[in-house]
DNA sequence: CGTCTATTTGAATGTACTCAAAAGCGGTGG
DNA sequence: CCACCGCTTTTGAGTACATTCAAATAGACG
């Protein structure tokens, strides 16, 4: 199986030599998931840290009054899992799905602990993803702190580049807050190129 | 100096040995900050981490209309920083600032390298605190997504117990994203009590 | 005591939601 | 290949949530 493309991830934070490649590919496992398939079931422990190579897939829960939230997007070259889930081994509150037919690469739980052990240095990957993964989160939080539906929506254009054209109009909304029927208005009337 | 309650909250995480407490308070710093003083400008790197000993800290940004949202308090016994800036250090986007005397404990970014090398422990320690901060960030995107302003100030209200008499209304408002005038009227016309 | 800021209250406005109905679009089966 | 079904998108009317602005009141602090 080709793993280029996540080492090629991987070696952005940290400098992996032969036999930290073998053994860290060793632990690794490719799948092929079709559309609409789920990778998480929220309430069951989240297992494995997943890696997209191709596809695209969401995150999200079910809200007190019953709407679907989708906490982020995943796309190629990108990383997903249920962070609280996946260390502490707690419950999922996410669910997470395919939204293309996906080819992901998994890393499970259980080997966690070893690849930690007998490479260190993942130690520190992990914190540093960890530390984007953050830094991601803040910016979502200011987001919608001060602006309004309009400029979260031109923002996620920017913070997830070309991924819109893969989306329905009624994931984009919900993963802004917004109803569907408002994302359509704002789209259509407006005025997105011209002010602001 | 009296370390005690910092090495209490570390070793609910990891375990120390005599040496290792040593020389981790080798590296800590106490201080005594007045109120309305600022531990960070932003725009500067930030080159502490912060644990409040005692007192109340607001971390805040001012946004594009020039109004002040406060990202995140710290009381007693919690850690506050920020993140990006102190780990990749880069110009700080937060101002950090105290709203009452307060007494902090420093941990110098410039030892954190050798903190981790000769402590590997550490290491899994601040992965464990970036955890827990990053699921707090995750119940607040969860709430600006789903819930009205009502329910997020009650959710405030439990995320953080008995902080509400020690800050303004406005403060309070500041960190929910809503006018002061707004949340004014929730309080007092409601119905925080009866109903939802 | 006076000044400065925070809080309250109300009116007018804007932003976003719900509900409903119509139109569009994609996939499936006959 | 077409017709139908189900889902998404659009549009509009009415409503609810939240903001701005302004003015009055209350509190905090030197």
Same mark, same amino acid.
């Given at each position: 199986?080709?793993?280029?493309?996540?080492?090629?991830?991987?070696?952005?934070?940290?400098?992996?030599?032969?036999?930290?490649?073998?053994?860290?590919?060793?632990?690794?496992?490719?799948?092929?998931?079709?559309?609409? =398939?789920?990778?998480?079931?929220?309430?069951?422990?989240?297992?494995?840290?997943?890696?997209?190579?191709?596809?695209?897939?969401?995150? %999200?829960?079910?809200?007190?009054?019953?709407?679907?939230?989708?906490?982020?997007?995943?796309?190629?070259?990108?990383?997903?899992?249920?962070?609280?889930?996946?260390?502490?081994?707690?419950?999922?509150?996410?669910?997470?799905?395919?939204?293309?037919?996906?080819?992901?690469?998994?890393?499970?739980?259980?080997?966690?602990?070893?690849?930690?052990?007998?490479?260190?240095?993942?130690?520190?990957?992990?914190?540093?993803?960890?530390?984007?993964?953050?830094?991601?989160?803040?910016?979502?939080?200011?987001?919608?702190?001060?602006?309004?539906?309009?400029?979260?929506?031109?923002?996620?254009?920017?913070?997830?580049?070309?991924? =819109?054209?893969?989306?329905?109009?009624?994931?984009?909304?919900? %993963?802004?807050?917004?109803?569907?029927?408002?994302?359509?208005?704002?789209?259509?009337?407006?005025?997105?190129?011209?002010?602001?």
């Amino acid at each position: 199986m080709d793993y280029n493309s996540i080492l090629k991830k991987v070696q952005q934070y940290i400098i992996l030599n032969e036999q930290e490649i073998d053994f860290f590919t060793s632990v690794l496992s490719f799948k092929k998931v079709k559309k609409k =398939e789920f990778i998480l079931n929220s309430g069951k422990v989240c297992s494995n840290y997943y890696y997209v190579v191709k596809g695209c897939i969401k995150k %999200y829960y079910i809200n007190s009054e019953g709407k679907e939230r989708i906490f982020e997007f995943a796309i190629e070259n990108q990383w997903i899992s249920d962070q609280n889930s996946f260390w502490i081994q707690t419950p999922s509150i996410f669910d997470i799905e395919t939204i293309e037919d996906t080819e992901i690469i998994q890393l499970k739980r259980i080997d966690i602990e070893p690849l930690l052990t007998r490479i260190p240095k993942f130690e520190r990957y992990f914190r540093l993803i960890g530390n984007d993964l953050l830094f991601k989160q803040e910016r979502r939080i200011k987001q919608n702190l001060s602006c309004s539906a309009k400029e979260r929506y031109k923002d996620f254009l920017q913070d997830y580049p070309n991924i =819109e054209p893969r989306l329905s109009q009624r994931q984009v909304a919900s %993963y802004l807050g917004v109803s569907p029927e408002f994302l359509s208005s704002l789209r259509n009337k407006s005025n997105l190129i011209s002010n602001t």
